[in-house]
């Protein structure tokens, strides 16, 4: 198995930051800061994996990603 999942981290417009993956639809995380998200979002996939396991489902591989920047115009 790979060291773990990629997440997404975004500051919202209220000055908090949320996070997601993209291997784990609807698996999302809120904080006040970027370190309190993260480790929301880990317990938040620790939980999503259990529930996962717990219905007999397949656990997501995580994929490889790239991180790219993007200049805006």
Not at 6 to 23: L, N, T
Not at 44 to 71: F, H, K, M, N
């Amino acid at each position: 198995m790979s060291s773990g999942y990629a997440v997404i981290v975004e500051q919202a417009d209220d000055g908090g930051f949320g996070a997601w993956s993209p291997d784990l639809p609807g698996c999302v995380a809120l904080g006040d800061t970027v370190e309190e998200t993260l480790v929301e979002m880990r317990e938040a996939i620790s939980l999503y994996i259990e529930v996962l396991r717990e219905r007999g489902e397949d656990v997501p591989v995580p994929r490889a990603v790239q991180t790219v920047t993007v200049p805006a115009a």
